[in-house]
C-alpha cells in the first residue's frame, strides 16, 4: 500500500525529458525572427488599454504621478519578462511557462499553469474580440447592438445581453489566419502594431507640443472650488477636494501605488514570445532580446501617453472610457480623435492576435506530452498546429457568443500571475541545481543517466529524492557549510527554502491585505505575526543565498538572483491575494474541471509515463552508486559541451 502511495506521489512530480541536443528538431515551421517576436509582444501588450487605462488611473488614483506608476508597474513586469527571457534561452521549446513547469517542478504543476493559461488566454480572446465589435459598432452609431437586440435578445442570467455574430466572425476569421501559417499571422500583425506605434507617436508628440506643465501644479484651493462647483454646494465653508490635494501627487504616494497595482495588467502579453520557441530561427538569442525590448517599447508607449494626456488636460476632467478623444476637443483639435479611432482598432487587433496566437501553441505542447487530448498535437502541411488552432478558435467563438465576459475577465489574472510566480520559482530552482542537470536527460529519446566511476547505475529522479530525506545530517552539513559547487544536497536546501519562503509569502500578503486596520491600529498579535514571518523570510533568503549556483552559462541570464526572482514572486502572490472571493470561487471550479481530465486522461496517457514504462533502467529498484564521481562527471561534460545545446541560425532559418 505503501508502495503504491509513493508511486502515486512519485507520477505527480515526474519531470519532462528535455533532448537539448536536438533543439533544431520540430514539428512547426522555424520561419519567425527577433524583428517578429518584437511586434507580437508590443503588439500583444500594447493594446487597446493605452487609449483607456490613462483616463481612468489618473482621475482617480494617481493624477499626473500615472507616470510613475506606470514606471513601477513596468519594473514589477520586467521581473517576470527576466525570468522569462532566461528559461527562453535554456528550454527553447513550445509550451512558455507550462514547459518551464513541466521541466523544473513536476507534472501536476505544469498541468495546472497550462491549464489556467488556456482560461487566461480563451477569455482574453473572447473578451478582445467582443470589445472589438463593441468600438465598430460604436464607430457606425450603434446599428449592430440596435439589431441584436432587437431579434435576439437574451435575457438569461450569465449570458450576454445578445449574442455577439461581429465578434464570432473576427475569430474564426482570425483562426483561419492562424491556421493558414505563422508567417503570415507575423506579417499582419507587424502591420497593425506600426500603425498602432504611429498612433500613439502622434499622440505624444501632440501632448507634448498643445500641453501646459501647470497641469501637473494645480492646487488644492483650485480643486476645492472645482468640488464645489461639480457638488452645487451653497455652504463652503469645511469643504474638502474630491480630487486629492493638488500637484504632481495629488492622491499621495499610496495612491501612485495604488495606479501601479492596476497599471501592472497593462503589460500583461509578452509571455506569448514565450510559446515561440520552435518557430523562431534563433530562439535563444531572440527570445530574450524580443521579451525585454517589447517591455521596454511598451514602457515608453504607456509613459509617453499618459504624460501627455495629464499635460494637455487637468486629471480632475480626464473621461474614464474615452480620455484622447476627449482631451483632443479640450485642446482644439477635435479631428485628431478618429485618428485614435483608427489607432484603437489597430491596438484591439493586434491584442486580439496577441491572445489568440500562444493559446493553440500552448494546447499543441501539452496534447503532444499527452496530458491533454493528442488530436490537437496534429499540425498542417504548413507545419502549424491547425487542430489545436480551431479548437481554440471554436472555444473562444462560443465564449464570445453567448457569454457576458465582464464578471470572468479577473479570472484571467490569476492564471496569468501563477504562471509569473511559477516561473519565477523555476528560474530560483534551476539555477542552484547541479551542473549539467538537464544536458543529461536526453538525447536519444530516453533517459540517458550517466555512470558513476565505479560502474553502477544511475539513480532515477524520484529515488534521488528518496535518499536525500534519509541523508538529512547531509542536508543539515550543507546548510552550515555550503559546497564550493552544487550538489544534490545543495539544490534540496534551496528546494525547501523556497516553499518555505512562498508559503511565507503568502501569509504575508493576505495579513497585509484583509488585517491592515490592525496593523495601523498596532495590535500586539498582528505585529508578532508580521514579524516571524519577515525573520522566516529572511531567514530562507540567507540560506539561498548562501548555496553555490550553476557555472552553466546560457545566452541570457536573470541578474540580481535571488533577489529579483524572489521579489517578483512577492508582487505576483500579493496582487493574486487582491482578487475577489467570487473569483476564486470561479477558479476552483474551473481547477476542479482541469484536474479530472488530468487523473481521469493526462496522468495515464503522459509521453513521460510511456518513457518510464518502456525503458527499465529508470526503474525505482536501480542500485546504489557513487555521488561524488557522479558530479565530477556531469561537471566536466557540461563544461565540455557548453556549445552544442545553442541552435545555430543556419539549421533553423528554413521551414
Known sequence: MLEQVLSFGRSLVRRKVVDLKNLEDSKLCRCLGTVDLIALGVGSTLGAGVYVLAGGVAKDNSGPSIVISFLIAALASVMAGLCYAEFGARVPKTGSAYLYSYVTVGEIWAFI????????????????????????????GGHIE?????????????????????????????????????????????VFTSINVLVLLFVIISGFVKGDTHNWKITEE?????????????????????????????????????????????????????????????????????IVVSLTVCFLAYFGVSAALTLMMPYYLLD??????????????????????????????????????????????????????????????????????????????????????????????????????????????????PDGALEHRGGTGKREYLSSEGGESDLTESESHLNMLKGGSSTLQTVLHPPASPSEHSSSVVNMSICVL??????????????????????????????????????????????PQTSKKVSFMVPLLPFLPIL????????????????????????????LIYFGYGMWHSEERQRLLQDPSNSINTQEHNKTSREKQVGMCAVGKEQEYFISPEKTSQC
Open 146 to 190: 440596435i439589431f441584436c437586440k432587437t431579434y435576439f435578445s437574451m435575457n438569461s442570467p450569465g449570458l450576454a445581453q445578445y449574442p455577439d455574430f461581429f465578434a464570432v466572425c473576427l475569430i474564426l476569421l482570425l483562426s483561419g489566419l492562424l491556421s493558414f501559417g505563422v508567417k503570415e499571422s507575423a506579417w499582419v500583425n507587424k
Open 568 to 595: 517578483s514572486i512577492y508582487v505576483n502572490i500579493y496582487l493574486m491575494v487582491q482578487l475577489s472571493g467570487d473569483t476564486w470561487i470561479r477558479f476552483s471550479l474551473w481547477m476542479a474541471v482541469g484536474l
Open 113 to 140: 499553469t497550462g491549464w489556467n493559461l488556456i482560461l487566461s488566454y480563451v477569455i482574453g480572446t473572447s473578451s478582445v474580440a467582443r470589445a472589438w465589435s463593441g468600438t465598430f459598432d460604436e464607430m457606425i
Open 222 to 290: 483650485s480643486l476645492i472650488n472645482v468640488t464645489i462647483v461639480t457638488r452645487n454646494l451653497s455652504v463652503t465653508a469645511n469643504v474638502s477636494s474630491d480630487y486629492g490635494v493638488g500637484g504632481f501627487l495629488p492622491y499621495g504616494f499610496s495612491g501612485t501605488l495604488a495606479g501601479a497595482a492596476t497599471c501592472f495588467y497593462a503589460f500583461v502579453g509578452f509571455d506569448c514570445i514565450a510559446t515561440t520557441g520552435e518557430e523562431v530561427k534563433n530562439p535563444q538569442r531572440a527570445i530574450p532580446i524580443g
Open 502 to 547: 512562498v508559503l511565507v509569502v503568502c501569509l504575508l500578503s493576505y495579513l497585509t491585505t484583509y488585517h491592515i486596520d490592525s496593523i495601523l491600529d498596532m495590535k500586539v498579535w498582528i505585529l508578532a505575526s508580521l514579524t516571524v514571518c519577515l525573520l522566516i523570510f529572511c531567514g530562507c533568503i540567507f540560506m539561498v543565498c548562501r548555496q
Open 320 to 433: 474614464e472610457k474615452s480620455p484622447l478623444p476627449m482631451a483632443f476637443e479640450y485642446v482644439g483639435w477635435g479631428p485628431a480623435k478618429y485618428v485614435v479611432a483608427a489607432g484603437s482598432l489597430c491596438a484591439l487587433s493586434t491584442s486580439l492576435l496577441g491572445s489568440m496566437f500562444p493559446l493553440p501553441r500552448i494546447l499543441f505542447a501539452m496534447a503532444r506530452d499527452g496530458i491533454l487530448f493528442k488530436f490537437m498535437s496534429k499540425v498542417s502541411k504548413r507545419q502549424s498546429p491547425v487542430a489545436a488552432t480551431m479548437a481554440a478558435g471554436t472555444t473562444a467563438a462560443i465564449m464570445a457568443f453567448l457569454f457576458d465576459l465582464k464578471a470572468l475577465v479577473d479570472m484571467m489574472s490569476i492564471g496569468t500571475l501563477l504562471a509569473y510566480s511559477l516561473v519565477a520559482v523555476c528560474v530560483l530552482i534551476l539555477r542552484y541545481q
